[in-house]
């Protein structure tokens, strides 16, 4: 998962815009505002988060380790018309890069929204992969700083988001994609 796109998880924070999924839709010309807005928001927050560096520790029976990792996303444009966040992508591991890339998420591809700790998301995807309970105990991974992810759900079992170390900037853009999602079509199914 690009901008989180491993989308490695611990310790859900939110589930986001349940309250607006049940909400009565807006009329088309209150629809376009609230988009607008909400792709504001999006394009602003994100374009602020800049470069962040964390270590992630992972432990499991057999070894223990540290990994160092940047990353950005950078160039954010959140185009209300096309319903798109178009964004550049840059990551590195202990100082190598391991990407470098212009991306494109169409929200009308969204099937769920949710705004989590980078722990707890790791925890969700490691059990959907099949990890144990027995095996979940033995095995993790801490993030330091704490990390927080927008993650949205796609089809295929795939996944994009975006990383921050402010869980409350992290709620006000996960609210944002939500709100956004759901205006241009997409769905927020829980995960």
Known sequence: MKGCRRLTPILAFAITSVAFAQQAAPPPAQSAQL??????????????????????????????????????????????????????????????????EDM????????????????ESWKKEAEKEGA???????????FDPPMFIVAMRMAGDNGEGFTFTDQNQAGRVGQAVAQAVLLCGGKNEPF
Not at 37 to 53: D, H, R
Not at 62 to 80: N, T
Not at 106 to 118: E, N, Y
């Open 35 to 100: 988009l607008a807005a909400a792709m504001q928001v999006i394009q602003k927050e994100l374009n602020s988060v800049g470069k962040l560096s964390f270590v992630v520790d992972v432990s499991n029976a057999d070894e223990k380790g540290s990994s160092q990792l940047s990353e950005q996303a950078s160039k954010v444009i959140a185009d209300p018309a096309t319903c798109t966040i178009r964004y550049h992508w840059w990551e590195s591991v202990s100082g190598n890069v391991v990407d470098d």
């Open 104 to 119: 494109s998420i169409s929200l009308r591809d969204v099937l769920g929204v949710s705004t989590m700790s980078a722990e």
């Open 132 to 142: 144990t309970p027995d095996e979940m105990k033995v095995y993790y991974e801490k």
